[in-house]
């Protein structure tokens, strides 16, 4: 198992940026998959980016595609969201997620992930 705390949300003007962190624990870092989801009030979690295990491909919602950006530093067991341009839809809680060891297959689905952390607020502001 391993422990993911998130830090770096907050409000930020329509237009702002902000960076997200997740700091991992538990487990050899590497080794493993990173995703960011985020949930809206009154809505489903859905699926946001991902970086593989050895930040070979990166995968993104066509909602943030070219506004966000995942990236991860296994020196700091940390993978962060450079989230640009933000709008009022992007408006969420984010979570990050940590799949299993050395996986290959879909990033997207939420089931790929056993571990996840406890999320940031995220508000853009029109």
């Known amino acids: 198992q391993v422990r993911l705390v998130e830090s770096g949300g907050g409000l930020v003007q329509a237009g702002g940026s902000l960076k997200l962190s997740c700091a991992a624990s538990g487990r050899t870092f590497s080794r493993y998959p990173m995703g960011w989801f985020r949930q809206a009030p009154g809505k489903e979690r859905e699926f946001v980016a991902a970086?593989?295990?050895?930040?070979?491909?990166?995968y993104y919602a066509d909602s943030v595609k070219g506004r966000f950006t995942i990236s991860r530093d296994n020196a700091k067991n940390t993978v962060y969201l450079q989230m640009n341009s933000l709008k009022p839809v992007d408006t969420a809680a984010y979570y990050c997620?940590?799949?299993?060891?050395?996986?290959?297959?879909?990033?997207?689905?939420?089931?790929?992930?056993?571990?996840w952390g406890q999320g940031t607020q995220v508000t853009a502001s029109s």
């Open positions: 997620a940590a799949g299993p060891a050395f996986c290959r297959g879909s990033l997207r689905p939420e089931r790929v992930y056993p571990d």
């Open positions: 970086i593989s295990w050895n930040s070979d491909s990166t």
